[in-house]
């Protein structure tokens, strides 16, 4: 490319992103992970708003972040136990939510600035991504043991090259 030239930047058509959106669409990973993310932001919404504006749940502070860590855990868990035996579309919908749940953080912490101070968003997000990667990992493995155990060669019906005592070799 000579100096000068300005480059040239192959531009997709639009019926070619409509066709990745409805890719993307249909993907059962990313519809639930996004319904999760939907929900885990309401969640962390709700729970921020409880505890700067409702003065009365002051004296049970702990009680209310108790049941509100739970609920968002339990929300959590939904892509994670969906697609337990499913690892891919288990990442998809995991770093769908996250990423959803991570946006509206950021959001918030533009409206209460002290939740910015603490964690930024990226942290927010680095901290979901590495606990669902193992989480994800994990579902890998034991599914990839689980095929290996019912696999036709896990259950040979061959007899043993071992000798036994009473079998004449």
Same mark, same amino acid.
């Given at each position: 490319?000579?100096?000068?030239? *300005?480059? &040239?930047?192959? $531009?997709?058509? /639009? ?8 890719? &993307?669409?249909?993907? *059962? ?9 939907v ?11 409880? @505890?700067?504006? &409702?003065? /009365?749940?002051? /004296?049970v ?9 739970? !609920? ?10 969906? #697609?337990?035996?499913? *690892?891919?579309?288990?990442? $998809? @919908?995991?770093? #769908? @939510?996250?990423? !959803?749940? /991570? ?5 918030l912490?533009?409206? #209460?600035? @002290? ?9 927010? #997000?680095?901290?979901?991504?590495? &606990? ?32 036994? *005592?009473?079998?004449?070799i």
């Amino acid at each position: 490319m000579e100096l000068g030239t *300005p480059s &040239v930047m192959p $531009v997709r058509s /639009s019926s070619l992103v409509a066709q990745e959106l409805t890719l &993307v669409v249909h993907n *059962p990973g990313a519809r639930i992970g996004a319904y999760t993310g939907v929900a885990l932001a309401i969640g962390f919404t709700v729970w921020l708003y409880v @505890a700067n504006r &409702v003065p /009365s749940l002051e /004296s049970v502070a702990l009680e209310r972040n108790l049941v509100a860590a739970t !609920i968002l855990g339990l929300l959590a868990a939904i892509p994670v136990l969906r #697609f337990l035996r499913e *690892p891919g579309n288990q990442l $998809v @919908a995991n770093l #769908f @939510a996250w990423s !959803i749940l /991570s946006l509206g953080y950021r959001g918030l912490s533009m409206h #209460f600035v @002290a939740l910015g101070e603490r964690y930024s968003a990226m942290q927010i #997000f680095t901290l979901g991504a590495v &606990v669902y990667m193992l989480l994800a990992t994990l579902s890998w493995i034991g599914t990839c043991l689980w095929k290996l155990r019912h696999s036709p060669m896990s259950h040979s019906h061959h007899e043993s090259h071992i000798s036994h *005592p009473n079998h004449p070799i």
